[in-house]
């Protein structure tokens, strides 16, 4: 919601080649979070209605598991089950010397709670939430400081994709500086001067500390059949099963990416071997995507962890300056790149720009499909759209891309 009303107002600015020049466009923060909390209760009623219609009993309280099949509830009321599915969840994580204090030190939940923008933030970890949130508040006028331990921002995505998204941020003003953190922090006169590792001092209102999530495990830490890895994550077979009675586990309380549509694929997988189906998950067809505008996507392995396996394999990159709707849209950051292995079959793919989170899904089914880029390519996709680059970067594998040279 906060994205997509940044963008918005950013088209609203900047729209005066397509003959609409709005010179008194203003962004209105209460009246965004009025529409963003109205959107929240639709889903969350929506969710209810359908628990209701399901005749699924909600019990609301801290839920303990107190055996391989009792959760005590709120140390008052036992549930039995036969069998369980822990979906915990996580919480975000501090850094020590920035703990968080929920008024100079915010978490992404805290955040998103201001009645009003800061005039300046500083955004410790370029991953995907802190990339969305710079961008977020950057478009809206505030002066947005990224600082990032590694070398680039999203540094676990494809290169060239970190690329754009740093481009793009640094065209709103922000201030990215990597491989740097915050040394020490003083308030000062109602606000704060944080010092960086480089020596840069940075005055701000406030930190937002996005350098990830931990998950939540203490309400069944006690009972042993349950294994965690070194991170703290729960431990399973590729049935989601813990080893542990009938105890399975999914969301981000697992060693994967904590994104909500895993956690509801894993459900689904987790139910149907409860119910006898022998399921295994599958991580290769799970996409990711950065809410930035452009959006990045990503499904399968990134070319770096191609090349450190030492797989053989065969790329094609199509960019969006090419394509007709893009050029339409004055949206031309990006690109889509597709890579095969040895034998022909999509083995991930990457997508810069608007829409890639909405386009990324045809190539997770390529990857499900096992599907043969020779296959793939003789799909027709309709002109003028955004899904073109898609069929472009397909043609590419076989040498043989129409609209690029």
């Known amino acids: 919601m906060m994205i997509e009303a940044g963008h918005r107002y950013n088209i609203a600015l900047n729209s005066s080649e397509y003959g609409v020049d709005i010179r008194d466009a203003e962004f209105n923060y209460k009246r965004m979070l009025k529409t963003r909390e109205e959107v929240v209760k639709t889903l969350r009623d929506g969710v209810l209605h359908l628990l209701k219609k399901l005749k699924v009993d909600l019990i609301e309280g801290y839920g303990e598991l107190t055996s391989e099949n009792t959760i005590m509830v709120d140390g008052v009321e036992e549930i039995r089950a036969n069998n369980i599915i822990l979906a915990t969840g996580s919480k975000p994580s501090s850094l020590p010397g920035l703990e968080i204090d929920n008024?100079?030190?915010?978490?992404?939940?805290?955040?998103?709670?201001?009645?009003?923008?800061?005039?300046?933030?500083?955004?410790?970890?370029?991953?995907?939430?802190?990339?969305?949130?710079?961008?977020?508040?950057?478009?809206?006028?505030?002066?947005?400081?990224?600082?990032?331990?590694?070398?680039?921002?999203?540094?676990?995505?494809?290169?060239?994709?970190?690329?754009?998204?740093?481009?793009?941020?640094?065209?709103?003003?922000?201030?990215?500086?990597?491989?740097?953190?915050?040394?020490?922090?003083?308030?000062?006169?109602?606000?704060?001067?944080?010092?960086?590792?480089?020596g840069i001092v940075i005055e701000a209102e406030c930190i937002l500390l996005s350098v990830g999530r931990v998950p939540n495990t203490n309400s069944f830490s006690n009972i042993g059949g349950i294994k965690l890895n070194n991170g703290g994550f729960v431990e399973t077979d590729e049935y989601l099963h813990t080893g542990c009675g009938n105890i399975y586990a999914i969301g981000d309380i697992l060693p994967r990416p904590m994104l909500a549509h895993k956690a509801f694929y894993e459900g689904v997988i987790a139910v149907e071997n409860i119910l006898g189906y022998k399921r295994k998950v599958r991580y290769d067809i799970i996409p990711s995507v950065v809410y930035t505008i452009p959006e990045i996507a990503q499904v399968g392995p990134t070319e770096d962890e191609l090349k450190e396996s030492g797989y053989e394999y065969t790329t094609s990159t199509f960019h969006f300056r090419a394509l007709g709707r893009a050029l339409a849209m004055g949206e031309t950051d990006g690109f889509v790149k597709i890579i095969s292995g040895a034998d022909g079959?999509?083995?991930?793919?990457?997508?810069?720009?608007?829409?890639?989170?909405?386009?990324?899904?045809?190539?997770?089914?390529?990857?499900?499909?096992?599907?043969?880029?020779?296959?793939f390519k003789d799909l027709v996709h309709s002109h003028p759209t955004l899904s073109e680059a898609t069929g472009e970067a397909l043609w590419g594998l076989s040498e043989r891309m129409i609209h690029s040279l």
């Open 103 to 198: 008024k100079y030190i915010l978490t992404s939940d805290d955040i998103l709670e201001l009645e009003k923008p800061p005039a300046r933030l500083i955004v410790v970890g370029a991953g995907a939430i802190g990339c969305e949130f710079a961008y977020i508040f950057a478009n809206i006028g505030v002066k947005v400081y990224l600082v990032e331990l590694l070398d680039r921002a999203i540094p676990g995505s494809d290169k060239r994709a970190s690329r754009v998204i740093a481009s793009k941020l640094k065209s709103l003003g922000v201030k990215l500086s990597t491989e740097t953190t915050i040394k020490r922090w003083t308030k000062k006169d109602g606000c704060l001067e944080a010092t960086l590792e480089d």
């Open 345 to 375: 079959r999509i083995l991930s793919g990457t997508i810069v720009g608007l829409s890639a989170g909405e386009l990324i899904g045809e190539i997770s089914l390529a990857i499900l499909s096992e599907m043969k880029a020779d296959e």
